[in-house]
């Protein structure tokens, strides 16, 4: 069975407490939308693939402007990678 509990308060008490729920519910809401609205960071090493991708080019574009000097590569075992901040100048560059 449940209890009921009535307090008494002035209407301007009650218009406060409102304002108060609803202010730390629109900041949690703000904070939570700014926090999905943060663009994600580039990882720093890109593959081939995700380098094409990026830049809207063929593998065999990249392979080429690897090849010219254009995109420095970055070679751990068997595998290649470009720099982020790299590709950007040479966008840049472009």
Do not use: C
Request: glycine share 4%; aromatic share 10%.
């Amino acid at each position: 069975m449940q209890n009921f509990e009535f307090i008494q308060i002035t209407p301007e008490q009650l218009k406060e407490q409102i304002r108060e729920q609803l202010q730390e519910q629109f900041q949690a809401q703000t904070e939570k939308l700014k926090k999905q609205l943060q663009a994600p960071t580039p990882p720093e090493y890109l593959t081939r693939h995700e380098t094409a991708k990026l830049l809207k080019v063929d593998l065999s574009t990249v392979h080429n402007w690897t090849k010219k000097g254009i995109l420095k590569r970055y070679g751990i075992g068997n595998r290649v990678y470009y720099k982020f901040s790299e590709i950007e100048k040479a966008i840049q560059e472009f």
